[in-house]
């Protein structure tokens, strides 16, 4: 698992990936508006083709590569519009999972991943409970996440609107019990204290964690339960999506076209 973990990012790669790894602030540093269409100083001439694999290659990359191109084609709704304006937008599947705005003038195919961030360990992710989504798959796995209260080992199980996600604090990556102060053995225990059931745990910052820091708009996360409310499908209004990208939605608008010309489509 190690191994197959840096692998994902390497550095030749330069994929920008679901983890609070600091090559992932290298990736985004170096990741400029030109660099997917230019080597260096001399631009290189692409074939609509390559160009629209590129763009599904790093996008796919950031929501997950680990998803198979079968997943993918499932997931991604039929009728996202390709260009400004969402008014062609049709909810004929599922009626309200992706939002809209009439008027809005973001390109409506950066939501073309947006049923992922209802996984449970995307939520366990962004909810920042796990430094990378893997390790958030391996909690879940391991059994310390719930669902509704009751324990649940699904990785991949779309949640509902209204669902809670809790986490064990104990796994935690930031999280750190409070140290222990020596006590004397004659000493009685002190009744006030809390008991591990409801012990408060200290918060510790981990290295590079910062830039990823945000809370998306449709998850409500409790840091004093360590559980997250999945309020809704992710929107977009007349001049924001709120579903987190480090690209732009023309980038996400290629990608489409990629699978709309292929899979299922």
């Not at 499932?74 to 049709?90: E, F, H």
């Not at 309200?96 to 995307?122: C, H, P, T, W």
């Not at 604090?169 to 006590?183: Q, Y």
């Not at 449709?218 to 997250?228: A, I, P, R």
């Amino acid at each position: 698992m190690t191994v197959g973990r840096l692998d994902r990012l390497k550095l030749t790669r330069g994929l920008i990936r679901l983890s609070w790894n600091k090559k992932n602030l290298y990736f985004l540093a170096n990741k400029r508006q030109g660099d997917l269409a230019t080597t260096g100083s001399r631009a290189v001439r692409r074939s609509v083709f390559q160009q629209q694999w590129i763009a599904k290659r790093e996008t796919r990359a950031y929501h997950d590569a680990d998803i198979t191109e079968r997943q993918i084609n499932k997931l991604i709704p039929r009728d996202l519009p390709t260009s400004g304006g969402l008014s062609d937008l049709r909810k004929k599947e599922n009626p309200g999972r992706i939002g809209n705005s009439e008027n809005s003038k973001v390109n409506g195919a950066i939501l073309m991943y947006a049923q992922l961030e209802s996984r449970i360990d995307f939520i366990v992710f962004r909810s920042h409970f796990a430094n990378s989504i893997w390790n958030a798959r391996r909690l879940i796995l391991d059994g310390h996440v719930k669902l509704n209260g009751k324990r649940f080992k699904f990785p991949s199980h779309q949640v509902k609107e209204g669902d809670l996600i809790t986490v064990d604090p104990k796994m935690i990556c930031t999280l750190k019990p409070p140290k222990k102060t020596p006590e004397s053995k004659d000493s009685k225990p002190d009744t006030n204290t809390p008991s591990k059931r409801g012990m408060e745990y200290d918060f510790v910052p981990l290295p590079y964690q910062q830039p990823f820091m945000f809370i998306p708009d449709y998850l409500e996360v409790n840091y004093k339960t360590c559980s997250t409310v999945f309020l809704r499908y992710p929107t977009i209004n007349n001049s924001s999506c709120d579903l987190p990208s480090p690209f732009p939605p023309e980038l996400h608008a290629m990608a489409f076209l990629h699978y709309s010309k292929r899979g299922r489509y």
